[in-house]
């Protein structure tokens, strides 16, 4: 049974952490990415045997974020000049860009394999792979043996601060930053599908409910909202 990782190992973790092979392409703007990560490691109580991981990270489309609601989510536990901050970005609402990041792992492409050999020589060859595979959204990582999961955050960040200026570009091309009513455009759109779902399936009422909850916009769709309830009913 393996113990409960502690705050050393976290960050040991983190400061372990070599991401030796990035994925070549920027994250999705407008869908989820997959990426394919190859984590190698040393067993710590093993001389000579080196673990190989296999799996698929799943990185969700980014989701535009108002300053209202990112000052909202934020607010309780920050200092006074923290405060001062977040009311800044409520009153510079239509310049500041602000993207949420999500991501699950696919633990059923999962798998993994102990080698006799050097970490050196396993990473060697693992690179060849990934490399005749030509996969531009493909990772290797190099990392502790345990926790090992804090290596593909560590990845997943980034990944993240390596697409984060594309994403905007790309999502400032399509003008989805532009403000409707307080809204972006983005996020307006992205809310009338959620509608448009939830007439259809019943089951997407809740989470409708709870993204304008997110978003801090429940007030101003809470008629249409209550109205699709009493339809449904």
């Known amino acids: 049974m393996s113990k409960k990782p502690t705050q050393f190992d976290f960050w040991f973790a983190v400061n372990n952490t070599e991401i030796v092979v990035p994925p070549k392409r920027h994250l999705e703007t407008f869908g989820n990415t997959i990426i394919n990560y190859h984590f190698v490691s040393e067993l710590m109580d093993s001389i000579g045997k080196v673990r190989v991981r296999e799996g698929r990270m799943q990185a969700l489309r980014p989701q535009i974020i108002t300053p209202s609601s990112y000052s ?12 001062q901050y977040l009311e800044w970005l409520k009153e510079h609402e239509d310049t500041v860009r602000i993207l949420r ?10 798998s993994e394999q102990v080698l006799s050999d050097s970490a050196e020589a396993v990473l060697a060859r693992v690179k060849e792979d990934v490399a005749a595979k030509k996969d531009p959204f493909a990772a290797v990582v190099k990392g502790v043996d345990d926790p090992w999961d804090v290596c593909l955050v560590r990845l997943f960040w980034t990944v993240i601060q390596n697409s984060a200026q594309a994403n905007i570009r790309e999502l400032h091309e ?3 930053f532009e403000m409707q009513d307080g809204i972006p455009t983005g996020l307006r759109e992205e809310i009338e599908k959620g509608f448009q779902a939830a007439a259809k399936d019943a089951d997407l009422i809740k989470p409708l409910g709870r993204l304008l909850q997110e978003k801090g916009l429940f007030e101003q769709y809470q008629d249409r909202f209550f109205n699709l309830i009493r339809g449904r009913g």
Do not use: D, I, N, S
């Not at 909202?72 to 405060?83: N, P």
């Open 72 to 83: 909202t989510m934020m607010l309780e536990g920050f200092g006074e000049q923290a405060q």
């Open 101 to 110: 990041y999500g991501y699950t792992l696919k633990q059923e492409a999962f």
């Open 174 to 176: 399509r003008r989805m």
